[in-house]
C-alpha cells in the first residue's frame, strides 16, 4: 500500500521558469514531510522539510506547500536551474520512527 | 559527502546465497535505517535501530535481518537470495531531535 504518491514520473522545464513537484499522502497521521534530491549513483540527499502545523517553509529558491485538508504537498523550485536536475522523492513521517517515501519525479531543467 | 559509508558499493552474487551489507552512520547520529530501492520504485522502508535497538520494522521479508552493534554501524544480512532481490540497498542515519536523514551512497546488489 503506497502511502506517499508521486503520480508524475518525470517534468521538464525551461531554465528560469518554475518548477512545481506534486506529491499526494494518504495517512492523516503523519505529521512531518521531506523532500530530498537524489543524483545518479548517489544517495538522496535532504533539501526541505515541514512539520503538519506550518502550511508553507520556504528556503532559498525552494519552497514547500503543505495542504492538509487535500493531503497534498509541493515543492517549488524557482528560478529553477540544470543544476536541479535530478530525481527529487517526497517522503512522510509518524515521529521520525518509519519513513515512506513517493516513487520519484525526475526533473530535467532545460537550459 | 554525507559521512554515512555503506560497504561494498557493488556485489553481484547468485540465487540462494548469502550477503551482508555494512553501513556505518555519522559520528553521533544513534538512529539506523535500511530502505531497498528497486528498478523504478522508490526507497521502501526495511527497518529502523536506535542505540542498537530494533526500533521500527517495514516491509522486510523474513529471509532479510539487521543488526546494529555497540560501536553502532549496522548490517544488513540478506539470506537465500532470489532475483528479484536485485536492488539498491541504502542506509540512513539521523540524528537525535532532528527529522532529516542523511543517507549513504548505497550498495547496489545483483543477483544473478
Known amino acids: 500500500d503506497q502511502q506517499v504518491k508521486q503520480n508524475s514520473p518525470s517534468l521538464s522545464v525551461q531554465e528560469g521558469r518554475i518548477s512545481i513537484l506534486n506529491c499526494d499522502y494518504t495517512n492523516s497521521m503523519f505529521d512531518y514531510f521531506l523532500w530530498y534530491k537524489k543524483y545518479p549513483a548517489e544517495g538522496p540527499t535532504f533539501l526541505i522539510s515541514i512539520s503538519s502545523i506550518k502550511d508553507k517553509n520556504e528556503d532559498g529558491r525552494f519552497t514547500v506547500f503543505l495542504n492538509k485538508s487535500a493531503k497534498h504537498l509541493s515543492l517549488h523550485i524557482v528560478p529553477s536551474q540544470p543544476g536541479d536536475s535530478a530525481v527529487y522523492f517526497c517522503?512522510?513521517?509518524?515521529?521520525?520512527?518509519?519513513?515512506?517515501f513517493g516513487t520519484g519525479t525526475s526533473l530535467t531543467v532545460i537550459p | 559527502d554525507s559521512g554515512v559509508t555503506q560497504t561494498p558499493k557493488h556485489l553481484i552474487t547468485a540465487t540462494g546465497q548469502r550477503v551482508t551489507l555494512r553501513c556505518s552512520p555519522r559520528?553521533?547520529?544513534?538512529?539506523v535505517y535500511w530502505y531497498q530501492q528497486s528498478l523504478d520504485q522508490g526507497l521502501q522502508f526495511l527497518i529502523q535501530y536506535y542505540n542498537g535497538e530494533e526500533r521500527a520494522k517495514g516491509n522486510i521479508l523474513e529471509r532479510f535481518s539487521a543488526q546494529q552493534f555497540p560501536d553502532l554501524h549496522s548490517e544488513l544480512n540478506l539470506s537465500s537470495l532470489e532475483l528479484g532481490d536485485s536492488a539498491l540497498y541504502f542506509c540512513?542515519?539521523?540524528?537525535?531531535?532532528?527529522?532529516?536523514?542523511?543517507f549513504g551512497p548505497g550498495t547496489r546488489l545483483t543477483v544473478l
Open positions: 517522503a512522510a513521517s509518524v515521529t521520525g520512527n518509519q519513513f515512506y
Open positions: 559520528s553521533g547520529d544513534l538512529s
Open positions: 540512513a542515519s539521523r540524528p537525535s531531535g532532528n527529522n532529516e536523514q542523511f
